[in-house]
């Protein structure tokens, strides 16, 4: 059973700099799609960007609200994914969540396609 931690959110300024990590353990790392979505108060969880299985050649998709600021990576050797995000605003304000899907390699961006999820870690951008 796989489990993931997510770390590094907190409160920055507007325009400012965060990364987030997602700590794997227990599952097929390597192989899986790992995405980044986020729920803000109110709202409905939303997909923030995915990177695929070595086996897509590790591809990557964004949310077009986030193109161009946020950027996911992932290193297999640590089991350990992230997202840095820059030049943040009030609407990236969210609790966001990692998720790992044993079932695809692609660039999926459903959270059905997802198997696993982290607790959420906090973000909020101030104005």
């Known amino acids: 059973q796989m489990q993931l931690v997510e770390s590094g959110g907190g409160l920055v300024q507007v325009g400012g700099s965060l990364r987030l990590s997602c700590a794997s353990s227990?599952?097929?790392?390597?192989?899986?799609?790992l995405g980044w979505f986020r729920q803000a108060p109110g709202g409905r969880r939303e997909f923030v960007a995915v990177?695929?299985?070595?086996?897509?050649?590790?591809?990557?998709s964004y949310a077009d609200s986030v193109k161009g600021r946020f950027t996911i990576s992932r290193d297999n050797a640590k089991e350990t994914a992230y997202l840095q995000m820059k030049n943040l605003k009030p609407e990236d304000t969210a609790t966001y969540y990692c998720?790992?899907?044993?079932?695809?390699?692609?660039?999926?961006?459903?959270?059905?396609?997802?198997?696993?999820w982290g607790q959420g870690t906090q973000v909020t951008v101030s104005s």
């Open positions: 998720a790992a899907s044993e079932r695809y390699e692609g660039a999926v961006k459903l959270d059905w396609q997802y198997d696993y």
């Open positions: 227990g599952g097929t790392f390597g192989s899986d799609a």
């Open positions: 990177i695929g299985g070595r086996w897509s050649g590790h591809t990557t």
